[in-house]
């Protein structure tokens, strides 16, 4: 089960349904990456690139990748 928090002042708040006990417990786990910001430019620019590669029709359709995945080729 996945659960969705968000941190207001502070304090984490979560504003969702749930089917657990009253009085349950639950742990709570920050999710994200550990990418200085070196990295995470190197990561944008990467990320630029390849848009700018797909928009120029050098891309490759996913399917077929997909495909070789399941047949283990890649």
Known sequence: MTVHARVKNGRLIVDEPTDL?????VELEVVGDDLGHEDRARLHAALDAADDELRAGLGVPGEPVLAALRRGDL
């Open 21 to 25: 006990p009253e009085g349950a417990e």
